[in-house]
């Protein structure tokens, strides 16, 4: 039944945590997540006969967000810096072009809601988001993370994405050196799934599915990844003036709960009282201003100079991987 004119789905894929380094054969096949569901993706070279069309997002711009709580075992400082560096893995990669993948995602700082969900008619969140008491999904508690698609069935255009990482279950750090399982890996992971990618059969890729415990490898992408995320997203200018990372009907920090509730208990006023979600939204359009700059400076001063961040250096040997292929 379709109870509007948005006809959408959910896509749940999760992260799992692998704990040998079994060997495994390998193959060269980036897949994106298709609008036939996470069963049926399209991939590169086709695995199957093709099934509906891959989930993008349309915009040039797309925002994200993190619940306030965080996670009680990390700062939230921490964490925010894993969340960027891990958009920062598929939104910085170095395409073959010499440029960046034509999307870019931009931070709208802390969030109320803790929920993944999407709301038809109410303001919207792409939350990444800790569940520290419960993981309340039937996987046995084994993923490491999730996250959840919401996409147009017909045009396949990502509508909403949120992020949600089984602390609960897992201790996760951000620290190199350690035996339990890496933050900003499994979140690279999942941002790869928020962009539309699926898992591949490159069982050395970011996208392969499973991590390890003491690993960071997943932080940096293969040339699979890149491979993938620049053919889904082909390098293009943005144009950051007229980009809009406000999500589907407006930006909202709470779930769509509490948005409902809050427009009840307003007090009545002057005819034409705008609903709570449309002056939130103008209000973070408005303060959205110096981040997007900021942003668009950072690309800019990436093209033409050699990486001086090394927080964002890449893998001096990924990088000659992808000189070598020549493809
Ligand atoms: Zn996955």
């Avoid at 609903?275 to 939130?280: I, K, S």
């Avoid at 408005?286 to 981040?291: D, I, K, R, Y």
Wanted: glycine share 6%; charged share 20%.
């Amino acid at each position: 039944m379709e109870a509007s004119a948005v006809r959408r789905a959910a896509l749940q894929c999760i992260l799992f945590p692998l704990l040998t380094s079994a060997a495994l054969p390998s193959a060269h096949a980036y897949c994106f997540t298709s609008s036939c569901g996470q069963e049926q993706p399209i991939c590169e070279p086709a695995e199957n006969e093709p099934c509906g069309v891959a989930l993008r997002w349309k915009r040039e711009c797309v925002g994200y967000a993190i619940q306030q709580n965080g996670t009680a075992s990390l700062s939230l400082t921490d964490i925010q810096v894993s969340v960027r560096s891990a958009f920062d893995a598929w939104s910085l990669a170095g395409c073959e072009t010499g440029d960046y993948p034509g999307i870019d995602v931009i931070d709208m700082g802390l969030v109320s809601c803790n929920k993944a969900e999407f709301n038809e008619s109410a303001g919207n969140v792409n939350v990444v988001t800790f569940l520290d008491d419960s993981w309340p999904y039937p996987d046995n508690g084994e993923a490491l993370a999730l996250t959840t698609v919401t996409y147009a069935n017909k045009s396949g255009e990502i509508l909403d994405a949120d992020i949600e990482v089984n602390t609960a279950m897992f201790k996760l750090t951000v620290a190199e050196t350690t035996k339990d399982y890496d933050l900003t890996g499994v979140l690279t992971h999942e941002a790869g799934h928020f962009y539309g990618m699926a898992h591949s059969l490159d069982q050395e890729s970011t996208m392969h599915g499973d991590a390890l415990p003491g690993s960071t490898d997943l932080r940096s992408l293969t040339l699979d990844d890149t491979s993938g995320i620049c053919t889904l997203y082909p390098s293009k200018t943005i144009n950051y003036e007229a980009c809009n990372p406000l999500p589907i009907h407006g930006f909202a920090s709470e779930c769509a709960a509490e948005q409902w509730k809050e427009s009840c208990s307003v007090a009545p006023s002057a005819a034409g009282h705008a609903p709570p979600t449309w002056w939130r939204s103008w209000a973070v359009a408005a303060g959205l201003g110096a981040a997007i700059w900021a942003r668009r400076a950072q690309r800019r001063k990436r093209i033409p100079k050699p990486v001086i961040n090394p927080d964002r250096l890449r893998p001096t040997s990924r990088s000659n991987a992808m000189s070598l292929d020549g493809r």
